[in-house]
């Protein structure tokens, strides 16, 4: 069955330390991964991607995450947080082979609080 | 702003009562998204248009919920019967291929 998995509801870290939320996937062929931050009473916006290609893919607001296959995860980092970065994220996927060309499976959303 | 707009933002209404929200995606855009979320949760997907064909309804839809886009542009979706059950963030998103969606500020509804 597909699935996105994000086990920790909330992360806690230092402004300045590195974080890192984590997410891991079950789908059957090679997933299209994405994360997606949403600050309070707003929309998703979206951070990064990953299709195909370099496992580790930058996006925005100096983001980044790594894709690997072994382990099936694709956790989201940052090397320095800022308390502008508290916010919920969600991961989610999309399975090309079983699943449709457009519906996205979505993690519960981790939230990250970076204190000062 | 080009951005995915969502009109209204927020809504009250009583029970009973239907209502309607429009969706207006980037002009570039011909796939267009719907989505409910509910506090602490992630998306729930609702609908998926491709220009001003409807090619998905999630089976959690019920009859009381329908969603059209006549000219492959703006989209509207209506809930009738509104029930408490349905406050939620309705979301709306966009997106020009089968890769990333942009996503609107979304419209919060309140059922009382």
């Known amino acids: 069955a597909q699935s996105v998995a994000q086990p920790e509801d909330q992360v806690n870290v230092a402004e300045g330390n590195p974080l890192t939320v984590k997410c891991t996937y079950s789908?059957?062929?090679?997933?299209?991964l994405f994360w997606y931050v949403q600050y309070p009473n707003r929309g998703l916006q979206f951070l990064l991607k990953?299709?195909?290609?370099d496992n580790l893919v930058k996006g925005s607001y100096g983001f980044e995450a790594e894709f690997n296959k072994s382990q099936t995860s694709f956790h989201l980092k940052k090397p320095s947080a800022l308390v502008s970065d508290s916010a919920l994220y969600f991961c989610?996927?999309?399975?090309?082979?079983?699943?449709?060309?457009?519906?996205?499976?979505w993690g519960a959303g981790t939230k990250l609080i970076i204190k000062p | 702003d080009t951005g995915v707009s969502q009109d209204p933002r927020h809504k009250i209404t009583k029970r009973g009562q239907n209502v309607t929200f429009r969706c207006d995606p980037i002009s570039e855009h011909n796939r267009l998204y719907w989505y409910r979320q509910t506090l602490g949760q992630g998306p729930e997907f609702l609908t998926y248009?491709?220009?001003?064909?409807?090619?998905?309804k999630s089976r959690l839809l019920s009859d009381r919920f329908s969603a059209e886009r006549p000219k492959g542009s703006f989209s509207t979706l209506e809930i009738q019967r509104t029930e408490q059950g349905d406050s939620a963030m309705y979301l709306c998103a966009s997106s020009r291929t089968s890769s990333e969606q942009y996503f609107g500020p979304g419209t919060r509804l309140t059922v009382t």
């Open positions: 248009f491709q220009n001003e064909a409807q090619l998905e």
């Open positions: 989610a996927v999309r399975d090309p082979v079983l699943g449709s060309n457009y519906q996205l499976i």
């Open positions: 789908v059957s062929g090679n997933p299209y």
């Open positions: 990953y299709i195909t290609g």
